[in-house]
C-alpha cells in the first residue's frame, strides 16, 4: 500500500510489517525518512527534521539521507547518480514534476516519482514497489535523455537505502573465489566507505550483490536487519558508507568504477532492480523473508517440484560418448533419477579444454549417430534428458573464431587473453547474441532437450567493441541485456525448457539470472564438507528451492577429502539433489543405499523445496550444523544434522527446533517416535549420531492428528 499527505508531500510505502517513508523536500530533492517497523502516515510525517544550519563551512548535506544522492552542490558522499552533459557540467539538480501510483498487477501498488534536471535535459525517475504478501521492496531508476546531444551517466545506480542511527552497525556479505564461494562475513563496516564490486563482467565467486547491515547484535533469531539484493549478473558496485553522524547507509547498482554508460539523444536506462528488506526478527527471519520472496516474484516456475538430477562432468571429464552416456543413464535410472543431464564434452572437437567451444554441433567421435538414440534411451528410462552449454565463450581452437575473430572482447593492440583457453564472445554485439539465440533454439528444439545447463566459465578482460564508437563503455549494460533477452526469447520457444545458472559453479548466481532461470549451481567444490558452508552462505538470500547439490565420489576431485555417501547425501538433500559420481563404479552396496536416500529425498522434497529454513545450528558453532525445513501449515519437518570433524570433548547438545505448531506432537517417520512440540523447540532433540567424524542423520517428522475429543475440546475453550 502507499499513501501521501499532500501537505507535508511525505510518501508512505507500507508492507505487511514494515514502513518505507520518504519526501521530496524544500530544495527539490528526494529525502529518506524512515525504513523499519509499520507506521502511520501522520507517525511517518513527524520524522520531518527541518533543514539545520550547517556546524561548519566544511559541512555539507549528510551522506545518507537521499533517496538517490547526486554529485552537486555541497554532497561529499558517494553519489549513487553521476553525469556529464555535452558540455562538460557533471552536477544535477533536482527538479521535481510530478508523480504516479498505479497498481500493476492485483497485489503489487507501484510509486514513480519524477524529476528532471533543473537546466539539463534529463529525466531521472524513482520507482518504488511494494507487494501485499511480502516486506520485500523493489527499488529501480530509470534515466532518459531528453535532449539532441549525448549524456553520459558515470554512475547510474539502481537506489540509496539508508538506515536509522544506530551506536553500532555491522555489515554481513559472502566474499569467496572458484571452489569456495559464498564464505559468510560479518564485522563492523569501516567508518567512510566500504565497496563491494565485481569488475569481472558477471556477478562473480568473490563477492555477492546483497548486504545486510544490522545494529550489531542481531543473531539468527532476534534483532533488527536491513538488507538488500541486486537483480543483476553482470558488473556491479555496492558502497556501504558509515559517517561520522552515526547514519549508515549504502547505494548499488550496476557497472564498475571507471565505466561510463553513454546515453543518447531519446534514449533511457533503466537501472537494474534493487530490493531491499527490513526485518526484526534476526537473519534467519531475514533469510526466510528473502526465499519467500524469491519463489513468489523472481523465479519464473517457483511452484514446481525441481526434479532429481544426473550429472556425468566429475564421471567422464571429457570423455563423453553414446555408450558410456548410456551405462550412466541406466544407472541413474536405477538410482530414482528423474533428469539425466550430460554436462561439457559432446560437441565439435571438444575433447579437452583447449578446443571446440563455439561450434555447436555434435561430435560425430562421441555420437556417430547424433544425440538421438542417447535422447530417445534417457526418455525411455522415464528421464528429462538436459544438456551443457557455454554459449558465451570461444576456443581460439574452433571454426567459429576461425571464422569471426571479430566477436571476442578484444581491444587493438592488447593481447586477447585466453583463461580456460577460451575467449568471451560479445555478447552486446547484436549479430553474436542472435546466432547464439539461432543455434540454441534449434538445438532445444531438433534434440527435445528439457533442462539446459548454461555456463560461462571465464571473467571478460580487454572488455573492447572496438568497430563502434563508444562501444566499450556500452557493453558491460549490453551484454548483460543481450544475455537476458536470449535465455527470454528461448524460454518463450519452448516453455516446458528449464534452465540451470552456472559459471564456473556459483560465479552467476542473483536475483537477475534468476528471474529467468529455474536453479543455480552454487559451487564447483562438490566436497560435502565443504559444501556445509557454501550453502550456509547461499542460504543467506538465495532459497533451497534455487540450489543444486550433487552427491559425487571419494577422494573428491577438489579436496581429497573422503566422507561417508550417507553424509554425502544428507548435505545434497538440503537443495535439489543431484548426483554427480561415477555409477559405473559404485559398489552394489552404494547403489542401494544411494537409491534408498533418493528415495527418502523425495519423500521431504517438499519441505526443502517449498517450506522455510530454520538454521539452528551454523557451521561457526561447535558441533553439528543443522537445519530445519517447515511445510507453510506446520504439517511436517525436516530435520537434517551435519557433524563435521567434533572436538574430542564438545558436548553434546540437543538441537532446538523451531516454527512447529506448539500445540502439537510430532512423530519420527522412521522410528515412529512421537515428541511434543514444546520439547523440540524448548529442550530440543539430542540427535542419534554415532561419535567421529561425518556422522549425519535426517529426521522427518510428521505432526500427529489430535485426537478428536481434543480438537472439540479445543473449539469449545
Ligand atoms: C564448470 C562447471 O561448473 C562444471 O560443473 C562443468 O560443467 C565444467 N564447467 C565443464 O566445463
Redesign the pocket.
Known amino acids: 500500500m502507499i499513501s501521501f499527505a499532500p501537505d507535508t508531500g511525505v510518501w508512505l510505502l507500507s508492507t505487511p510489517r514494515t514502513s518505507y517513508a520518504l519526501r521530496v523536500d524544500e530544495t527539490g530533492a528526494p529525502c529518506h525518512l524512515a525504513w523499519g517497523p509499520r507506521l502511520t502516515l501522520e507517525e511517518a510525517e513527524e520524522l520531518i527534521v527541518p533543514p539545520a544550519p550547517a556546524a561548519s563551512s566544511f559541512e555539507g548535506r549528510p551522506a545518507a539521507g537521499e533517496e538517490l544522492p547526486v554529485d552537486g552542490g555541497t554532497r561529499y558522499g558517494p553519489p549513487s547518480l553521476q553525469v556529464r552533459f555535452a558540455d562538460g557540467t557533471r552536477a544535477f539538480e533536482w527538479q521535481p514534476l510530478g508523480h504516479r501510483v498505479h497498481e500493476p498487477v492485483p497485489g503489487q501498488t507501484e510509486l514513480a516519482l519524477e524529476f528532471r534536471d533543473r537546466h539539463y535535459p534529463l529525466l531521472t525517475t524513482l520507482h518504488y514497489r511494494v507487494h501485499d504478501d511480502s516486506d520485500v521492496i523493489e527499488r529501480w531508476t530509470v534515466l532518459r535523455n531528453t535532449g539532441d546531444e549525448s549524456v553520459h551517466l558515470l554512475r547510474a545506480d539502481s537506489a540509496a537505502w539508508t538506515l536509522p542511527p544506530r551506536d553500532d552497525y555491522r555489515l554481513s556479505h559472502v566474499t569467496g573465489q572458484w571452489a569456495s564461494e559464498t564464505q559468510l562475513h560479518r564485522h563492523r563496516p569501516a567508518f567512510g566507505e566500504t565497496v563491494l564490486t565485481s569488475r569481472r563482467g558477471v556477478t562473480s565467486h568473490h563477492a555477492n550483490p546483497w548486504v545486510m547491515l544490522d545494529a550489531g547484535a542481531a543473531t539468527e533469531d532476534h534483532g533488527q536487519v536491513w538488507s538488500a539484493a541486486l537483480a543483476w549478473s553482470g558488473s556491479w558496485r555496492v558502497t556501504v558508507h558509515r559517517g561520522p553522524d552515526g547514519r549508515a547507509g549504502f547505494t548499488g547498482g550496476a557497472g564498475h568504477d571507471g565505466t561510463a554508460l553513454p546515453l543518447a539523444p531519446g534514449e533511457d536506462f533503466t537501472t537494474p532492480t534493487y530490493a531491499g528488506l527490513y526485518a526484526d526478527g534476526g537473519f534467519g527471519a531475514t533469510s526466510r523473508a528473502w526465499h519467500a520472496y524469491t519463489l513468489a516474484h523472481v523465479l519464473p516456475h517457483p511452484g514446481e517440484v525441481r526434479p532429481v538430477l544426473y550429472n556425468s562432468?566429475e564421471a567422464t571429464g571429457f570423455e563423453v560418448d553414446e555408450s558410456g552416456q548410456k551405462a550412466l543413464a541406466a544407472r541413474a535410472a536405477a538410482l530414482g533419477v528423474e533428469l539425466y543431464v550430460v554436462?561439457?564434452g559432446w560437441f565439435g572437437a571438444r575433447r579437452s579444454e583447449r578446443a571446440g567451444l563455439g561450434d555447436w554441433t555434435v561430435s560425430p567421435e562421441g555420437f556417430p549417430d547424433g544425440l538421438g538414440p542417447l535422447v530417445r534411451e534417457v526418455h525411455r528410462l522415464g528421464m528429462r534428458f538436459g544438456l551443457?552449454v557455454e554459449p558465451e565463450m570461444v576456443n581460439p581452437d574452433s571454426d567459429l573464431y576461425r571464422r569471426h575473430p571479430d566477436w571476442v572482447l578484444h581491444i587493438p593492440h592488447r593481447t586477447r587473453t585466453e583463461l580456460r583457453h577460451q575467449l568471451v564472445l560479445n555478447f552486446a554485439r547484436r549479430d553474436v547474441a542472435d546466432w547464439a539465440y539461432g543455434w540454441l533454439t534449434r538445438l532445444v528444439a531438433e534434440h527435445a532437450i528439457d533442462f539446459l545447463?548454461w555456463?560461462m566459465?571465464r571473467a571478460l578482460s580487454e572488455a573492447g567493441w572496438p568497430d563502434r564508437a563508444e562501444g566499450a563503455d556500452r557493453l558491460w549494460t549490453a551484454y548483460v541485456h543481450h544475455l537476458y533477452e536470449v535465455i527470454d526469447r528461448l524460454r518463450a520457444d519452448h516453455p516446458a525448457l528449464r534452465i540451470e545458472s552456472?559459471s564456473?559453479?556459483g560465479g552467476r548466481v542473483d536475483l537477475g539470472i534468476l528471474s529467468r532461470t529455474d536453479q543455480a549451481?552454487p559451487s564447483?567444490n562438490t566436497d560435502a564438507a565443504d559444501r556445509v558452508s557454501i550453502q550456509h552462505g547461499y542460504s543467506q538470500i538465495y532459497p533451497a528451492r534455487t540450489m543444486a547439490a550433487w552427491v559425487t565420489d571419494v577422494p573428491n576431485q577438489h579436496t581429497g577429502r573422503s566422507v561417508p555417501l550417507r553424509f554425502r547425501f544428507h548435505v545434497a538433500m538440503a537443495g535439489v539433489l543431484g548426483v554427480g559420481g561415477d555409477l559405473t563404479r559404485w559398489s552394489d552396496g552404494e547403489l542401494a543405499e544411494g537409491a534408498a536416500l533418493v528415495d527418502q529425498y523425495k519423500t521431504v522434497r517438499h519441505l526443502v523445496q517449498h517450506g522455510t529454513l530454520h538454521r539452528l545450528r551454523t557451521p561457526a558453532e561447535d558441533g553439528p550444523t543443522a537445519v530445519q525445513y517447515t511445510a507453510a501449515d506446520r504439517s511436517e519437518a525436516l530435520l537434517l544434522i551435519w557433524q563435521r570433524t567434533p572436538r574430542h570433548g564438545a558436548p553434546r547438545l540437543p538441537v532446538r527446533l523451531a516454527g512447529l505448531d506448539p500445540a502439537a506432537r510430532y512423530r519420527d517417520a522412521s522410528t515412529g517416535a512421537v515428541h511434543h512440540a514444546t520439547v523440540l523447540t524448548a529442550y530440543g532433540l539430542l540427535p542419534d549420531l554415532p561419535p567421529g567424524d561425518w556422522a549425519s542423520t535426517a529426521v522427518h517428522l510428521v505432526r500427529v492428528p489430535a485426537p478428536s475429543s481434543l480438537v472439540s475440546r479445543g473449539a469449545a475453550d
Open positions: 562432468w554436462d561439457d551443457w545447463k555456463d566459465n552456472c564456473g559453479g549451481w564447483d
